[in-house]
């Protein structure tokens, strides 16, 4: 079987941003995105999402985080949309109900080619150190329209906004490598349209 990677880059007057993707890997990372708690998060996507992802990025975090954090999802979507290629026998769904501490967060995803974000997520905390929390909707949006993902990210419970979103990020990972995973026993598309 032909490995799924892709390997994208975006250059903008605000960002300058390669990522490289193996969605057939073994969550080996190296993130380095100048927004700390985003690597970090990165991270766990990676390893709970047991896909080899290389970020390198570099922004105008003087001013912001919002235009590297946002660059990045898009980025990282496109290079998943095209590390799927034809999305022949993928299981196309994918959920993970993650806790981490008090927090209980779902992801519930669909590899269908219509991007969309359903974003069910409050964060209690308007910063995690010096990272703005407003932020992780931005990225999951640009991660979800640009890979062509439907993605529902939901908070069952939880009181510490770090916690909350790590939670997020790993049962993102985590519902993503269900998704991708080929299922040998339905070949083709996984649509009875025949099309994702």
Known sequence: MTQRQARVERRTGETDIEIAIS???????????????LNHMLCLFAKHGALDLTVKAAGDTHIDDHHTVEDIGITLGRAVRQALGDKQGINRYGHALVPMDEALVLAALDVSGRGHLEFDLPLPA??????????VEE?????????????????????????????????????????????????GIPSTKGVL
Request: no cysteine; proline share 1%; charged share 25%.
């Open 23 to 37: 969605l057939d890997g073994s969550g080996e990372y190296r993130i380095e995105t100048g927004v700390g708690f």
């Open 126 to 135: 308007a910063k995690v150190g010096s990272f703005d929390t407003e932020l």
């Open 139 to 187: 990225f999951l949006r640009a991660l979800a329209l640009n890979s062509g993902i439907t993605l529902h990210v939901r908070l069952l419970s939880g009181r510490n906004t770090h916690h909350i979103i790590e939670g997020a990020f790993k049962a993102l990972g985590r519902a993503l490598r269900q998704a991708v995973a080929r299922d040998e026993r339905v070949p």
